[in-house]
Nanobody, 127 residues
């Protein structure tokens, strides 16, 4: 069974940068589009960023797109999310997700598009 494990979360100050990682096991990341989502208590999980399975397209939430970079390393079976100039509003649990051969941006923004999910990593941004 495909498993996703996120890492890199933590407590940071506003204005700091943070890099999240998500490593896939029991499956080749080269076959997956990968997405990052964020959830805060009492709210639905929301789209943050995604990368197509060939890594030829990237997609970002409009509210964060100038501060994010998503990338994928097939050799390491890992996807990364670089977040810069963090704000308190970026606080939440960040989840990694995998979608077989996903490409279309509109679908990759949807929670129900993804086949596999990680357990999440907490990111807390303090002022």
């Amino acid at each position: 069974q495909v498993q996703l494990v996120e890492s890199g979360g933590g407590l940071v100050q506003a204005g700091d940068s943070l890099s999240l990682s998500c490593t896939v096991s029991n499956g080749a990341i080269s076959m997956f589009a990968m997405g990052w989502f964020r959830q805060v208590p009492g709210k639905e999980r929301e789209f943050v960023a995604a990368i197509s399975w060939r890594a030829d397209y990237t997609y970002y939430a409009d509210s964060m797109k100038d501060r994010l970079t998503i990338s994928k390393d097939n050799a390491k079976n890992t996807v990364y999310l670089q977040m810069n100039t963090l704000r308190e509003s970026d606080t939440g649990v960040y989840y990694c997700a995998a979608d077989y051969y996903g490409t279309v941006g509109n679908y990759l923004r949807r929670v129900d598009e993804y086949d596999h999910w990680g357990q999440g990593t907490q990111v807390t941004v303090s002022s």
